[in-house]
């Protein structure tokens, strides 16, 4: 089983690359399961309703998110649709699963793709962000319950020692462990000992004429003044980064993790 999994996906320039690129990557690598991190899709802060349902039309699975994920007001009414545990799109958007309990949506979701059952986990870091509940626990929690062998988890966070660690506590659990959030790509993808695919931060798809994403002019003003100013996502040299991980969709055991960064 193949897996893509796209880093942050930032304004309309990252949509547009998603578009542009996504069909030759699944044609040339023969993709069954595309997975991709969507708190920055709306001009870098947040998700609509609208912009969720425009990347699952470009055939993504599930979409997860992270600290920007309640940027845009519409989404928590979007997670308050959801009925059961359905499978429609709102069921397909995750928030962090390390948030308080009663909080709209669900860090979680279970599914099935071409008869093979997958799940896929989103955490949020605690070191250098918002204090929530602890990821590793939260992680402990969710695996006893998740019938699945394939399960990608997304750990959205800052430090890079968090995220190795999570990698570390989760190998031969998961296939994968993919990192994001910081929205530069790292060269340590590898297969942990027991058979999860690892990587510190798939990178972000979007604008990189920028600061992580934003016009660059006005957080240099930022950085130089300390003034408050508004940040607007930035245009050029959009590019497109994730990771490709190959598993054995009998025990969920990763084979390979491949980093992919394609531009325009
Ligand atoms: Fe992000
Ligand atoms: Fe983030």
Known sequence: MRILFIGDIFGRPGRNIVKDRLPGIVRDHQINLIIANGENSAAGFGITPALAEELFELNIDVITTGNHVWDKREIVDYFQLVEGNGHGPARRVLRPANYPADMPGSGVYEGIK????????????????????????????????????????????????????????????????????????????????NGTAYVTDVGMTGPYDSVIGVEKEQILHR????????????????????VLVECDPNTGKANSIQRIMLGE
């Open 114 to 193: 071409g008869q093979i059952p997958y799940a896929v986990i989103n955490l949020q870091g605690r070191v250098f962000m918002a204090s929530n509940d602890d990821p590793f626990r939260t992680a402990d929690q969710l695996l006893q319950k998740i019938k699945a062998k394939v399960i990608l988890v997304d750990i959205h966070a800052e430090a890079t020692s968090e995220k190795i660690s999570m990698g570390w506590y989760l190998d031969g659990r998961v296939t994968a462990v993919v990192g994001t959030h910081t929205h530069v790509p790292t060269a340590d993808e590898r297969v942990l000992p």
């Open 223 to 242: 950085f130089l003044t300390g003034l408050p100013s508004r940040f607007e996502a930035a245009k050029g040299d959009p590019r497109l980064c994730a």
